[in-house]
Structures are given as structure tokens and as C-alpha cells.
């Protein structure tokens, strides 16, 4: 038998928590209180438990009841076995039914039908599941006495499963089993620094171990580089976020600039035009200023002129010949 899922709705204090096994080693890791007993629990109440008197569901279930109200709680386990995948349900409180659903389709819902059947699929009696296999950890102080007093078939329950256990594996011996362990942990963790959880003698990946590698080490050596690799990205990610900065700041600075010689376009034009008039008047003032310098020597230059006509008239009468 396979355990392959586990449904309280409810259950303790979980309302409605469904949990799907993977096949190989499940582990149920979590705090104090996180609900762990109550899960193993529920377990081991769907398998081992029928009907239950009043005395009975008071000393076992009732501490289970929703603790914000209710007067049931519901159970659904999944397993499989060479015949194929079953499905218990179990309630109990004012309304208590079990339901079986066979591989075939079928369906138990006979208490003493159902037990019999679980009886016929489990790999061990009831009670050995109860007393030892599927004991709480309250419980483990008591396995020997129970053990002692059940007469011997839990003893030889545990032997024929350990017997078939190790048939189905093909005969393989303890000792061979664990040397194969522990080549594959060698192997696993060579040059691994478990106490540091790091490379031995700190070898990272600047200067990294070559020879005798482990998974685990070379695990975290790809890691490693994947991580150099991440950093580099996100420092030349940050470096094309620091040039869109400056280059969204120059095209703010251009836009501005745009929109300021758009408003002031035709002030711009004036400003040309003011330049071009303002040297056309200098030079107009130039020229006006040199005619203002030939008027005020023209009256001067005439008298002169008039003078040099009458003495050149003067001469010309005193060269006649007498």
C-alpha cells in the first residue's frame, strides 16, 4: 500500500487542506504546532478507525472538531496497491459513514466490510499498524510492552514485512545496501564543506576544484557562475539605465529648447531683421556724416575756387600783348 493523498476538510484546525504524496521518501517538515501530529493523525484515524462509540469519539476525535464550531470532521485518503487506487472517506461526529471506492469502481460503504477489506490490502495487522508502525511519538515509550502482550504477532508482522521487503529488492544485503550508500554520499560530497556549506578550503569558483568533484559541489559551482553571470547582466543593465537617464535628460533639455524657439520664432525673425536695419542705419549715418563734412567745406572750397578764377583772369589780361 502507497499512501498517494491525504484531505481534511476538516480536520483539527485546517479547514480544508489537501496533500498529494510523490512517490518515493515524503518528508513532513515544520514548526511546533504547525499541524504535523494533526496530519499523522488523520492518517492513522482514516485506516485504523471504524465505528466509534459516544466514550470512544469524545477520547479520540473530539479534540479534532473545528475549533471555530462544527460537530464533524471528514477524512479523504488516497492509495494504491497492485490491485490499483483506492479511495477512503471517513466522517465522524452527529453523522458518522466511512465509503470505499474500489479499484474496479465499487463502492463499501459496511463498516465491518470496509474493515475487512483494509485488513485484506494493509501489509500488516491493525494492530501492529496501531501499536508499532503507525505509532504516535507519545506512544514509543510503550511499543515493547505492547509488543510483549500482543504474543508474538506483531513480532512476526514486522518480520514478514522486513522478510518481503527485502525479496522485492531482490535479496540485496544490508551491508552492500549501505556500502552503496555510502559511495553514493562520497561521491556527493567530495570537497564539499558541510560545516561551512561551502567549497573545501574555499575554493570558489575564482580558483575552483578541478579533480574529484562532487554533484553537490559542482551543484553549487554552476550556481555560482550563474549568479556572476546575473550580477555582470544587472550592472550593465544598470549602466544602460544610467545613459537613458542622460539621454532622456538631454532630450528634455532639446524638447524645451524646441518649444521655446517655436514661441519665439517671429521674435527671433525681428531680431535678424533689427540686426540687418540697424546696419543699414550705420551705414546710411556714415554716409550722411561724410555729405555733413563736404557741406561745411563746400562754401570755403567755392570762395577759393572763385578766388584762383579771378587771379587766373588777371593773368591772362596782363599776358596780351601791347
Given at each position: 500500500m502507497i499512501i498517494t493523498m491525504l484531505r481534511v476538510h476538516p480536520f483539527g484546525f485546517f479547514s480544508d487542506k489537501e496533500i498529494r504524496f510523490m512517490?518515493?521518501?515524503?518528508?513532513?517538515?515544520?514548526?511546533?504546532?504547525?499541524?504535523?501530529?494533526?496530519?499523522?493523525?488523520?492518517?492513522?484515524?482514516?485506516?485504523?478507525?471504524?465505528?466509534?462509540k459516544k466514550t470512544e469519539f469524545d477520547r479520540l476525535i473530539?479534540?479534532?472538531?473545528?475549533?471555530?464550531?462544527g460537530d464533524v470532521v471528514r477524512l479523504e485518503l488516497g492509495f494504491t496497491t497492485p490491485s490499483g487506487a483506492w479511495l477512503l472517506r471517513r466522517q465522524w461526529g452527529t453523522e458518522a459513514r466511512s465509503e470505499l471506492r474500489l479499484p474496479d469502481g465499487g463502492t463499501l460503504v459496511d463498516e465491518e466490510a470496509i474493515r475487512e477489506r483494509l485488513q485484506e490490502e494493509l501489509p500488516a495487522r491493525l494492530g501492529t499498524f496501531w501499536k508499532v508502525l503507525m505509532t504516535g511519538q507519545?506512544?514509543?515509550?510503550?511499543?515493547?510492552?505492547?509488543?510483549?502482550?500482543?504474543?508474538g504477532d506483531a513480532v512476526?508482522?514486522?518480520?514478514?514485512?522486513?522478510?518481503?521487503?527485502?525479496?522485492?529488492?531482490?535479496?540485496?544485503?544490508v551491508e552492500a545496501f549501505r556500502s552503496l550508500l555510502l559511495s553514493r554520499l562520497k561521491r556527493s560530497f567530495q570537497h564539499w564543506d558541510s560545516i561551512h556549506g561551502g567549497p573545501e578550503a574555499g575554493r570558489g569558483i575564482e580558483k575552483p576544484w578541478k579533480k574529484e568533484v562532487g554533484v553537490v559541489l559542482a551543484?553549487?559551482?554552476?550556481?555560482?557562475?550563474?549568479?556572476?553571470?546575473?550580477?555582470?547582466?544587472?550592472?550593465?543593465?544598470?549602466?544602460?539605465?544610467?545613459?537613458?537617464a542622460r539621454l532622456r535628460a538631454v532630450e528634455h533639455t532639446a524638447r524645451t529648447a524646441e518649444v521655446f524657439l517655436s514661441v519665439n520664432r517671429k521674435a527671433e525673425q525681428?531680431?535678424?531683421?533689427?540686426?540687418?536695419?540697424?546696419?543699414?542705419?550705420?551705414a546710411l549715418e556714415l554716409e550722411q556724416a561724410?555729405?555733413?563734412?563736404?557741406?561745411?567745406?563746400?562754401?570755403?572750397?567755392?570762395?577759393?575756387?572763385?578766388?584762383?578764377?579771378?587771379?587766373?583772369?588777371?593773368?591772362?589780361?596782363?599776358?596780351?600783348?601791347?
Open positions: 512517490p518515493g521518501l515524503n518528508v513532513v517538515l515544520g514548526p511546533n504546532e504547525a499541524g504535523k501530529s494533526t496530519l499523522f493523525s488523520a492518517i492513522r484515524s482514516s485506516l485504523l478507525r471504524t465505528h466509534l473530539a479534540r479534532f472538531l473545528p475549533a471555530g464550531g507519545a506512544e514509543l515509550g510503550r511499543t515493547m510492552e505492547s509488543l510483549r502482550a500482543d504474543g512476526c508482522d514486522l518480520a514478514d514485512m522486513l522478510r518481503r521487503t527485502v525479496l522485492e529488492t531482490g535479496g540485496v544485503p551543484a553549487w559551482y554552476a550556481r555560482e557562475a550563474v549568479r556572476a553571470r546575473y550580477d555582470k547582466a544587472v550592472e550593465y543593465e544598470s549602466s544602460l539605465d544610467a545613459l537613458n525681428d531680431a535678424r531683421n533689427r540686426r540687418t536695419l540697424e546696419a543699414q542705419r550705420a561724410d555729405l555733413h563734412a563736404v557741406s561745411r567745406e563746400w562754401p570755403v572750397s567755392d570762395a577759393r575756387a572763385r578766388e584762383i578764377e579771378r587771379t587766373l583772369g588777371s593773368w591772362r589780361g596782363a599776358e596780351r600783348p601791347l
